[in-house]
């Protein structure tokens, strides 16, 4: 697939006029949004939603969805009643009563920005017309951190960038890009760790520019990283092979044989392995199959997998047999 | 390791955050993790609270502000400005008006910018594209008189007298 973007991303966020934005809002209200919005959903004749209300997922199954990336945590915490409509190909989801009234998100593999953008405003377009949104002319949409105002957009892209990282260059990146408005996060965004040399980038300003230029401006971003983590590779490549070819085929060769391992080193392992089949240096593994094991590996997505509940250890052994069949 | 909440059983839940270069680092162990709700812990350097700095008035909160301003209150939620300042979020789609003269500065700060020239619900679309039509001439009317293209300009006039009827009459 994508040797330098893992995923695309895109949030609009979205409030109802009439009723108290979340932080005001009680259960009874917040159940009512829930139920407009059920109602609404299920009118769609285009796309297939499944429903869940958070307080009524077992907890596995939560984080599950926070794993792959279709809620956030912080639906999770709401202390009044969320919900959240996820499509049958889990691409895109509708949380309901997080920080918003609506979060409407769509996430593609690769960089497929544009389609993602399609989407959320096909959505978007659908649950305005029977929903009373929060607009004004002057502000746009309406939302409940001044952050969001305007359009409402973030665009994200998720961004594999090991030799970038290994050449010691990400500081000033990251340095740069926050001056032209753009936001750097970990795996799981605001407030996360960096792990596996997975970086999320995304707009910062969501007021006073249309939704494409704000688009266009990350993208433009986007690919100049690209390119520079590409450089960064060849550069590696030619400079350093005999050490690059023996870390990647170390990190590979532990992810083939270990008995016991830890979601944070086999990220950090399968960050490896992933640069160097870009690098042409893996041939038996494809970066797809990385890519769904870079899924598969974390916490609830193990036991998800082997349908049981673990204790930590177990999980450590279950995901070392899980990569090893995955990989054979 | 030992949990941190518990101090009885082993921490295995490591929740780190990095926020502006700032590490705060949480070990829980399994039981604890799920009574917090995993990933509900304090977040001393949350957007919110930086928002709450960038909403105080660079002189100092105590300097310049005289006692009124303390009590607008929307009409809406009731959330007073204060309590918006604090928590860095409006209460409803109402505070935005009840607000409205102080969140200019705010958001020139934020985005740069307060205007919003994006997507316009279709709704309640096509009053706010006329009215963007007019603004856009009229800046073309400023232009042409300037340039001393009188004729040019009675033609945007007579544009913008078109739209302003068509306004008059929804």
Not at chain 1, 135 to 159: K, Q
Not at chain 1, 279 to 298: A, R, Y
Request: aromatic content about 8%; glycine content about 6%.
């Amino acid at each position: 697939m994508d040797d330098v973007v893992v995923t695309s991303r895109i949030r609009l966020a979205r409030n109802l006029s009439d009723v108290p934005f979340t932080i005001k809002m009680n259960d009874y209200d917040a159940g009512l949004v829930i139920e407009r919005v059920r109602d609404v959903i299920s009118k769609n004749k285009q796309y297939k939603f499944d429903f869940y209300e958070i307080k009524k997922l077992p907890f596995l199954k939560r984080q599950v969805l926070i794993e792959k990336h279709l809620i956030s945590p912080a639906l999770v915490s709401a202390k009044i009643k969320s919900a959240v409509a996820i499509d049958q190909n889990e691409n895109i989801s509708i949380m309901i009563n997080e920080e918003d009234h609506l979060r409407i998100q769509v996430l593609y593999r690769g960089q497929n920005i544009q389609r993602a953008w399609e989407d959320a405003n096909r959505i978007d377009d659908f649950l305005e017309g029977h929903l009373p949104y929060a607009y004004d002319e002057t502000w746009g949409y309406l939302t409940s951190c001044p952050t969001n105002v305007g359009t409402g957009l973030r665009a994200s892209f998720m961004l594999h960038l090991p030799a970038l990282t290994l050449l010691g260059y990400m500081k000033e990146i990251i340095e740069t890009i926050t001056k032209l408005g753009i936001a750097v996060r970990g795996f799981y965004g605001e407030g996360s760790e960096v792990v596996g040399n997975l970086y999320q980038i995304s707009n910062q300003i969501t007021l006073g520019q249309p939704e494409e230029d704000i688009i266009a401006n990350v993208v433009s971003i986007t690919n100049q990283i690209i390119e520079q983590e590409r450089q960064a590779r060849l550069k590696l490549l030619s400079e350093n092979r005999s050490f690059i070819e023996d870390k990647v085929y170390r990190s590979y060769g532990i992810l083939k044989y270990a008995r016991n391992i830890s979601s944070n080193e086999a990220l950090k392992l399968i960050s490896d392995v992933r640069m160097g089949i870009s690098m042409g240096i893996i041939k038996e593994v494809t970066i797809d199959k990385i890519d769904v094991l870079l899924n598969l590996i974390q916490p609830a997505m193990i036991q998800d997998y082997f349908g049981r509940e673990m204790t930590p250890e177990e999980r450590d052994i279950k995901r070392a047999e899980l990569i090893r069949k995955i990989l054979d | 390791m030992m949990c941190e909440n518990c101090g009885k059983r082993p921490a295995t839940v490591h929740y780190t955050q990095i926020i502006n270069g700032v590490k705060t680092e949480m070990h829980l162990c399994e039981v604890c993790a799920k009574q917090k709700g995993t990933i509900e812990f304090d977040a001393p350097f949350s957007v919110t609270n930086f928002l709450a700095g960038i909403l105080e008035p660079a002189f100092g909160p105590q300097m310049i502000k005289p006692s009124f301003e303390m009590q607008i209150t929307c009409r809406g939620c009731g959330m007073t400005f204060e309590e918006f300042k604090r928590s860095g979020r409006f209460g409803c789609a109402m505070c935005y008006n009840s607000f409205s003269e102080k969140l200019y500065p705010i958001f020139r700060r934020i985005h740069g910018n307060t205007k919003h020239v994006g997507k316009i619900p279709t709704k309640m679309g096509e009053n706010i594209a006329i009215k963007r039509e007019i603004d856009k001439l009229k800046i073309e009317l400023n232009i042409a008189i300037k340039n001393e293209e009188f004729e040019r300009a009675a033609e945007i006039r007579d544009k913008i007298r078109e739209l302003e009827k068509k306004l008059s009459r929804e």
